[in-house]
């Protein structure tokens, strides 16, 4: 069976500071990786993912996620953070099979302070 | 990317009565979605796998009786919460887009927010 562990439910972090967020997983088949990110009273949204090929991936806010697959993580990070980043991010992995659900972690509360 | 909206984004109702969450693919076809539960302070927890034209798959431990899916279009897929109780209160997200399927992630709805009073 999959499992995810986000090992912080939160982070306080100041604006402008880098910041990671921890992701664990485990399988014992090849996966597919996500972050999802959820502002207060909203449903999720797809902040990057890990198909294939380049294990650094990136999205269009700043933040950056790398598959290593010998640790099994694939941590969340951004070098410079804002206030609007406050959100909770949730590690989720697919690892096949003929269902499209994704196994969540518990997510990681991101607090940016001024 | 593709949009799944959900509606209503929240509501209340009386415990006893009973409150449908609708969950649309807006710009393509969806032959399954997922509904999930989310906790305070927890992670989403699928509930039930949505399928058209057939029954839900239900998750161990969830009751089928009281959580009513019915997804009769390509399009729509209705969550039926039925003799609420305040225990039921909760957010549930749906989503739609079959990862390994023709699509490479799933798609969330806005989510609902249930309260039972």
């Known amino acids: 069976a999959q499992s995810v562990t986000q090992l912080d439910s939160q982070v306080p972090v100041f604006e402008e500071a880098p910041v990671e967020l921890r992701c664990n997983y485990s399988?014992?088949?090849?996966?597919?990786l996500f972050w999802y990110v959820q502002y207060p009273n909203q449903g999720l949204q797809l902040l990057l993912k890990?198909?294939?090929?380049?294990?650094l991936v990136e999205s269009i806010n700043g933040f950056e996620a790398e598959f290593n697959k010998s640790q099994t993580s694939f941590h969340l990070r951004k070098p410079s953070v804002h206030i609007s980043d406050t959100a909770e991010y949730f590690c989720?992995?697919?690892?096949?099979?003929?269902?499209?659900?994704?196994?969540f972690g518990k997510g990681t509360k991101l607090s940016v302070k001024p | 990317g593709a949009v799944v909206s959900q509606h209503p984004s929240w509501v209340i109702c009386k415990s006893g009565t009973s409150v449908k969450i609708e969950c649309r693919s807006l710009?393509?076809?969806?032959?399954?979605m997922f509904w999930y539960r989310q906790f305070p302070k927890q992670s989403l927890m699928l509930m039930a796998t949505?399928?058209?034209?057939?029954?839900?798959?239900?998750e161990q431990g969830v009751e089928k009786d009281k959580f009513l899916i019915n997804h009769a279009s390509l399009t729509l897929s209705t969550l039926t919460v039925t003799s609420a109780h305040p225990e039921d209160s909760s957010f549930y997200i749906c989503?739609?887009?079959?990862?390994?399927?023709?699509?490479?992630?799933?798609?969330f709805g806005q989510g609902t927010r249930l309260t039972v009073v």
């Open positions: 989720a992995v697919y690892s096949g099979g003929s269902q499209g659900n994704l196994i």
């Open positions: 989503s739609a887009g079959e990862v390994g399927g023709a699509s490479t992630e799933a798609f």
């Open positions: 890990y198909l294939s090929g380049s294990t």
């Open positions: 710009d393509f076809q969806a032959t399954t």
């Open positions: 949505s399928n058209e034209g057939s029954k839900a798959t239900y």
């Open positions: 399988s014992s088949v090849s996966v597919y």
